[in-house]
């Protein structure tokens, strides 16, 4: 990993080029509050990104999709959380935002799930191992469609369904923003 002086510079100059014209976004270094506490919380526990900082200009905003975030998908609870990462990299693929995906994929690989990083990436997740695993990629493919019946059939028990809910609920929600914005 980067050392923290150059990823917060990296980060600065870049984001600056990538979101929208109209959009300033906040610098990882001149920033205080709630949203420095913010910004020092998603560095350690997992990165800044330009979806966390577009919302630099409403600390609370900020807040709330971070810790949201991180306590339905980032977090083990009810759930592990390479699995709840798996399913929003299939989720992001599904809501083509390609950011997302790329990043969610690599903490899957990080968390030791090379194959099923491997089975989303390249749309062969039958060759997963593991049929529950299989099961709920599928089921966080169908929050794609609101229409869609698999969603009211979930695969989870009664105390992973909040977890699996938020995961697609943020997941969705951090598609479009980084659709947006970057």
């Excluded at 949201?68 to 693929?93: F, T």
């Excluded at 990629?137 to 019946?149: F, I, K, P, T």
């Amino acid at each position: 990993m980067l050392p923290r002086k150059m990823r917060n510079t990296l980060f600065d100059k870049l984001s600056g080029v990538t979101m929208r014209p109209f959009f300033t976004p906040i610098s990882a270094r001149n920033v205080s509050g709630l949203a420095a506490q913010v910004l020092e919380q998603s560095e350690r526990d997992f990165f800044v990104n330009g979806t966390i900082t577009g919302h630099g200009s409403c600390p609370e905003l900020m807040a709330g999709l971070w810790s949201g975030g991180r306590e339905a998908a980032l977090v083990d609870d009810r759930m592990e959380a390479w699995l709840k990462i798996a399913m929003g990299a299939a989720l992001s693929q599904e809501n083509r935002c390609p950011y997302c995906e790329d990043m969610l994929l690599s903490l899957t690989h990080g968390a030791r799930e090379e194959h099923v990083a491997t089975g989303i990436r390249t749309r062969q997740e039958g060759r997963i191992a593991d049929p529950a695993v299989r099961a709920k990629l599928d089921w966080a493919r169908s929050a794609v469609e609101a229409s869609n019946s698999g969603l009211k059939r979930p695969l989870f028990a009664e105390e992973e369904l909040p977890e699996a809910i938020g995961t697609v609920l943020v997941f969705s929600y951090t598609n479009k923003i980084s659709d947006f914005l970057l």
